[in-house]
């Protein structure tokens, strides 16, 4: 049952260390390996390996955040049910992260944890990475990362952001007053101390 409710590539991606240095293009820019195929379910590779042996293929790329690896939330909804999973917003792309990132417990009273590390949460959701979700999943059968997983309801949700994006395109967003804003130039000059 666990093996259907958990893709069989992504216990791999949550193993697989990325950011290495390509063994065959090492010595070019952008060599890093930070991509995964999804259909080979191998090692990461980079750039250069992907435009020549994972051209066709589904592959999803592992961004780097307060290192720790995250991915793109409008890469992996593509693939995976992501709903109880807590997302967030990192130079301007919504993400998540791929595995747990416990913290030391705090004394604060926190309202939203995670329900495998404990790690607390910005909104009212069950895991923190992709990991958890997965740990989760293996302990309770209780949700899934199939596709089929999802409710009608979030269907809805994405029709009416669509009627609002197409609403959005017509009207073209209103440019920032320059005017109003006064920036302070060159270095502040102060007063003297006492005379």
């Given at each position: ?48 390996c992907r435009s020549s042996r994972h051209k066709d293929h ?138």
């Amino acid at each position: 049952m666990q093996q259907q409710l958990v893709p069989p590539w992504l216990e791999n991606l949550l193993r697989t260390a990325f950011f290495s240095v390509c063994r065959t293009h090492g010595a070019a820019a952008r060599s890093e390996c930070n991509m995964f195929c999804l259909e080979c379910n191998g090692d990461a590779f980079c750039f250069y390996c992907r435009s020549s042996r994972h051209k066709d293929h589904q592959v999803i790329q592992i961004r780097r955040s307060s290192y720790h690896d995250v991915v793109r939330v409008s890469e992996i909804e593509k693939v995976l049910n992501i709903n109880g999973v807590q997302t967030y917003v990192i130079n301007s792309a919504r993400v998540l992260f791929i595995n747990e990132r416990p913290q030391p417990k705090s004394g604060k009273a926190v309202s939203h944890i995670c329900e495998i590390c404990g790690r607390s949460l910005l909104d009212a959701l069950r895991f923190c990475s992709l990991g958890c979700k997965v740990v989760g999943i293996k302990r309770n059968g209780n949700t899934s990362f199939m596709l089929e997983e999802i409710s009608s309801s979030s269907t809805r949700i994405g029709e009416e952001e669509l009627r609002e994006g197409s609403q959005q395109d017509i009207y073209p967003p209103t440019p920032p007053s320059t005017s109003s804003t006064r920036r302070r130039k060159g270095i502040p000059h102060r007063a003297p101390f006492g005379s």
